[in-house]
């Protein structure tokens, strides 16, 4: 079946550093969007790319879809520990607008 | 601000019950979503309603039912619940829109003894 892969499960940074997460689909995507899990808390929304190559910012946060369309990754600049807590990524396949698929997301641990 | 709302937040449930786990919204969303979260296996999809009185299997139907007898309400039914359906259960809706954001409830998390 379809599958979005997520790496890496866990990433512990010190403060201040950078972080990445990536997100590979089996199959080509209609738009992509990423979401963040506070500890305990539900998932929220960040943002949706839907063009091929799209690169947005949120302040430290840069997200890009691959040209191909099944690929993407969320950078975030400067860890603060603001940004503790589990970031998902979630696929639209094509033909599938009602579904998203979820990666397993990603636990980023921030240290001071 | 979109309102997503489960009806509990811990349950405690006995194998082979019937169990019951309520979801409402209150922003007119035609769309909505059963996950169940587990550690290293991300939101896995059980069943979606497109809208009332209509309703779609996802990927881990099995043991599951559903009903959307008014639009704003999603239950999601263990007819029969087993140990290995303990789980974080959440709930989210959708507008039928061109985007495709899904609003999400605070879960529940529901451990069967």
């Known amino acids: 079946g379809q599958q979005v892969m997520q790496i890496p499960q866990y990433q512990h940074v010190q403060e201040g550093e950078d972080f990445t997460t990536y997100c590979n689909s089996s199959?080509?995507?209609?738009?992509i969007q990423w979401y963040k899990q506070r500890p305990g808390g539900h998932p929220v929304f960040l943002i949706q790319l839907v063009k091929s190559g799209e690169v947005k910012k949120q302040k430290r946060l840069t997200f890009q879809f691959g040209e191909a369309k099944k690929n993407s990754s969320l950078h975030i600049t400067a860890t603060q520990t603001t940004d503790v807590g589990t970031y998902f990524c979630?696929?639209?396949?094509?033909?599938?607008?009602?579904?998203?698929?979820f990666g397993a997301g990603t636990r980023l641990a921030v240290h001071p | 601000d979109v309102k997503v709302t489960q009806s509990s937040r811990y349950l405690v449930k006995r194998t082979g019950e019937k169990v019951f786990l309520e979801c409402v919204q209150d922003m007119d969303h035609e769309n909505m979503f059963w996950y169940r979260q587990d550690p290293g296996l991300g939101l896995r999809l059980i069943y979606f309603?497109?809208?009332?009185?209509?309703?779609e299997k996802g990927d881990i139907p099995e043991g599951y039912s559903v009903s959307r007898e008014k639009k704003e309400r999603f239950s999601l039914i263990l007819e029969s619940a087993s140990t290995n359906q303990t789980s974080m259960y959440l709930c989210?809706?959708?507008?039928?829109?061109?985007?495709?954001?899904?609003?999400f409830g605070a879960g529940t998390r529901l451990s069967v003894l």
């Open positions: 309603s497109y809208d009332v009185k209509m309703k």
């Open positions: 979630a696929g639209s396949p094509r033909g599938g607008y009602n579904k998203l698929i």
């Open positions: 989210a809706s959708r507008k039928r829109t061109s985007t495709n954001i899904q609003y």
């Open positions: 199959t080509t995507l209609s738009n």
